[in-house]
């Protein structure tokens, strides 16, 4: 029978208050509004983004409940009027970087900055209502997406229509981690080929830099992390070396230049805290060194030497890798179509959306190699997982 025009009764794991922890309650899903987008979600993961949210004083906020979540890939279930670039039955990856394709960002080449990405701040979608409810309360979105519900809506701007053949359970990845690490190499950064670089933070997301600091050329790629288990991952995706800060009584900016005579021509910052950043920064190369800063800061000044922007240093953001929402996840997925990048490595964990908060205590202790863990797909049925076996999905997909 045919869902279009109803509402959708659906799991969904809701934050109920600020610092909670995920709740799995039911939820109605109202059907979308003009220019929207009904998705069942097919897989979606929880990214270092989430973690800063539930624990970050400075990124919460006062919008519960909510649904968060913002890295998935779905099937179109129905779509509101005048939606042109997606039918029902379309494979598509959510986005919370948006595409309008009108605004001066989206019209400008070099930029990917939709001004439609504001939108998330509200938490609502554009006319300033939410399309979940649970037990008679209206419940906020997130990201412009809202992945941790098996149904969502989102504005068409945030939704990419990708190769029908494409296996949700891998390139969901496209959606956040693997773009923007990736990108934050090749677009951001402009790897060159013959460089060094350094990587500061192993996660999902700093593993991706590696696959782009390697696919652009990099002769030396200097991972670093606190948590030495994320070694092996690193060197498996292209790591050259591996560095822990606190194996070391000097900073890690000097033990970078002993290691490379006179510093990295490119490094990254993909952790999210002010003080790596500006050992990032301090890591490169006087004449031309490029620090890019991935990682998420709101709410904190950071506080750097003027001195070290004299001799030619930049420091730059980026965000979604550079990528333009729709057009580079498209791109983004071809690609592995063509079988010109791999995400397999990024895949260590499935567990369905009921482990959740299970999930959240992994990412906590890191004992995991890579956060960004998959959920919900339906692929996985109801087979439980350890979440501690490092059982891949394709291999639960042949059995
Ligand atoms: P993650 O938590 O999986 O990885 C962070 C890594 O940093 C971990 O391996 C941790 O051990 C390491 N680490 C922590 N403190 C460290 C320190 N002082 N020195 C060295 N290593 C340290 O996170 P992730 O999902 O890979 O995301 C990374 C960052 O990127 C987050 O801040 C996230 O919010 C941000 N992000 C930004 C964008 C964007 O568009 N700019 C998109 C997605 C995620
Ligand atoms: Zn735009």
Request: with cysteine; aromatic share 6%; charged share 20%.
């Amino acid at each position: 029978m045919s869902t279009t025009g109803k509402v959708i009764r659906c799991k969904a794991a809701i934050v109920w208050k600020p610092g909670g922890s995920f709740s799995i309650e039911e939820v109605e899903v109202a059907p979308p509004k003009a220019k929207e987008v009904r998705i069942k979600m097919v897989a979606t993961a929880l990214c270092g983004t989430e973690m800063k949210m539930l624990k970050d004083k400075n990124l919460q906020h006062q919008h519960y409940p909510i649904i968060m979540g913002h890295e998935g890939a779905g099937i179109v279930e129905s779509v509101g009027e005048g939606v042109s670039t997606v039918k029902a039955g379309d494979k598509v990856i959510a986005l919370f970087l948006p595409q309008c394709g009108e605004c001066t960002s989206c019209l400008n080449s070099a930029d990917n900055f939709c001004i439609k990405l504001k939108q998330a701040e509200t938490h609502l979608m554009s006319d300033g209502t939410s399309r979940f409810t649970c037990k008679g309360k209206p419940v906020y979105h997130f990201g412009n997406t809202s992945t941790f519900s098996e149904y969502t809506v989102m504005d068409e701007s945030s939704v990419a229509k990708i190769d029908a053949a494409a296996p949700l359970e891998k390139v969901f990845l496209v959606s956040c981690g693997f773009s923007t690490g990736y990108g934050g190499a090749i677009n951001t950064a402009k790897v060159t080929p013959g460089s060094t670089c350094a990587v500061f933070g192993l996660g999902g997301v700093g593993l991706s830099v590696i696959m782009g600091c390697k696919a652009a050329g990099a002769t030396r790629i200097i991972a670093v992390d606190i948590n030495k288990d994320k070694f092996e991952k690193a060197k498996e995706v292209g790591a050259t070396e591996c560095i822990n800060p606190q194996d070391y009584e000097k900073p890690i900016q000097e033990v970078l230049f002993d290691l490379t005579g006179d510093g990295v021509d490119f490094s990254f910052e993909v952790i999210g805290n002010p003080e790596t950043v500006a050992a990032a920064l301090a890591s490169c190369r006087e004449s031309h060194g490029v620090c890019v800063i991935i990682g998420l800061i709101i709410g904190v000044q950071l506080n750097i030497s003027g001195h070290l922007f004299f001799s030619g240093r930049s420091l730059k953001g980026s965000v979604y890798g550079g990528w333009k929402g729709r057009d580079g996840a498209s791109k983004l997925v071809s690609d592995y179509m063509a079988k010109k990048i791999n995400l397999d490595a990024l895949i260590t964990h499935s567990l369905n959306l009921d482990k959740i908060n299970e999930a959240v205590e992994l990412m906590k202790t890191g004992k995991w190699q890579v956060t960004h863990t998959i959920f919900m797909s339906e692929y996985l049925g109801p087979r439980e997982m350890c979440p501690l076996c490092p059982v891949t999905l394709s291999m639960m997909l042949t059995n």
